[in-house]
């Protein structure tokens, strides 16, 4: 009898346990963050354009608080690859110079097209802030390169989500030139380094974008359970 209580009580200390246990994970999983708010977050990551941003101004603490967030990116050997440099005020007539120049450098005459100039160097007077943001290669070339390139895109990724949930518009642009020696050697870059994007935030002077389509998930996911 003594022996079948020790077992019953045991029994239910574990049973207990596990109780605890359970109800831990379920209030961590579930109700550390507000999933439904996460959701609508994701989904409502929208690109705005610089021609759909308004006068009103985000001031450099603001950018930092989205840098800070980029920084979180998951990163391989926590080499931390991405790089920011962020042009504001006068800064941006300088990387529109730059922009405008490097296009009329770069692209034979005859493929010269004087819309997409006007755009290149406009577009970062309408935005408060522009963030080229590049990979930085690792000296020992350890990591893959493709694994700190899809760091630093997880790391814009984290950038684009917090300017949604900061009510802020922003563009990842990658006009070709960006992945030119002459675009390395204006942001002080090594050969190896890659810029990946030219960032644009700003206060939307549009209604927030409707959500766009996405497939049906089972046109891109294959399950495999045997
Ligand atoms: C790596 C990458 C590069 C992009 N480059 C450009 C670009 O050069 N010009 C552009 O208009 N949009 C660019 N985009 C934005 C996409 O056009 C945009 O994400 C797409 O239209 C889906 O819209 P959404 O961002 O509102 O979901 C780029 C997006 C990614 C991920």
Known sequence: ????????????????????ITLILYKTQLMRFNL??????????????PEQFSDR??????????LNNAQWAPTHGNTQPWR????????????????????????????????KLAKM??????????????????????IPEIEEIAAVACAIQNLHLSCTAYGLGGFWATPKLIYSATMNE????????KCLGLFYIG??????PENQHRRPLEYNCTWIND
């Open 203 to 208: 206060y939307p002077a549009i209604d927030w």
């Open 84 to 115: 920011f440099h962020v042009y504001m005020e006068d800064g941006r007539q300088k990387l529109s110079t730059f922009l405008g120049e490097t296009y009329l450098k770069l692209t034979p005459a005859e493929q010269q097209d004087d819309v």
């Open 186 to 193: 204006f942001l002080g870059l090594e050969a190896k380094d």
């Open 36 to 49: 439904s708010e996460i959701n609508d977050l994701i989904r409502s990551r929208r690109t705005i354009y």
């Open 121 to 142: 160097l406009r577009r970062p007077l309408l935005a408060s802030a522009v963030i080229a943001i590049s990979m930085k290669r690792q000296e020992t070339e350890k």
């Open 1 to 20: 009898m003594k022996v079948l209580g020790f077992f019953v009580y045991r029994s239910c200390k574990e049973h207990q346990l596990k109780c605890k």
């Open 57 to 66: 101004k985000v001031h450099k603490e603001q950018i930092e608080l989205l």
